[in-house]
């Protein structure tokens, strides 16, 4: 694993694509992509946009387009970023939506979340980090952060997981790979 230094840098160095440099910050679930990107943020003083925001138990990968209009195409146009978030306070499993949030443009800004780095995001990112962990550390993880009840809805989003990334490639696109398993 690069350093804080060396992983700010080599960010910085990447060329920005229509003027942003945006950085992907993807992997399964309690891979420990939260962790990083907030410390990528505090680096580099860019904001974050959390998948999590769009991305609902019973949603796995039907909020792209959604999230690719309102925060991904305005960014790389140079414009703020307006999105409408899962309002997860009134609905644990994320089916509603709620607030709406507004980003102001940043040169550098960082994408947290399940399938941010997909096959629809080649040549609109200018660096990919793919975290992971050994799948019985990331189930763990997972119920320590939503309580054991929610087993069968971390199984089976696991399994969505793996046979997305599995037909997408992400992991194999990434420009770094990190493995928390051992965190």
Do not use: N
Not at 35 to 47: G, Q
Not at 76 to 98: C, E, F, K, T
Not at 126 to 141: F, K, M, N, Q, S
């Amino acid at each position: 694993m690069l350093s804080d230094d060396e992983l700010r840098d080599e960010i910085l160095r990447r060329e920005p694509v229509h003027g942003i440099r945006i950085v992907g910050v993807d992997g399964p679930s309690g891979g420990g992509k939260s962790l990083l990107a907030r410390r990528l943020a505090e680096l580099t003083s860019a904001p974050v946009v959390e998948i999590d925001d769009f991305v609902s138990w019973d949603d796995f990968a039907g909020w792209w387009p959604r999230f690719d209009e309102q925060v991904l195409t305005p960014l790389l146009a140079g414009r703020d970023a307006r999105y409408q978030v899962r309002d997860w306070a009134r609905d644990w499993r994320g089916g509603s939506l709620g607030s709406w949030k507004t980003l102001p443009w940043h040169p550098l800004v960082i994408l947290e979340g399940v399938t941010c780095t997909r096959r629809e995001t080649v040549g609109r990112l200018a660096y990919a980090i793919w975290v992971e962990a050994d799948p019985a550390v990331r189930l763990a993880r997972g119920l320590a952060r939503d309580g054991a009840e929610h087993r069968d809805l971390w199984e089976r989003w696991m399994r969505e997981e793996a046979a997305f990334f599995a037909a997408d490639g992400a992991r194999e696109r990434a420009d770094l790979r990190v493995d928390t398993s051992e965190r």
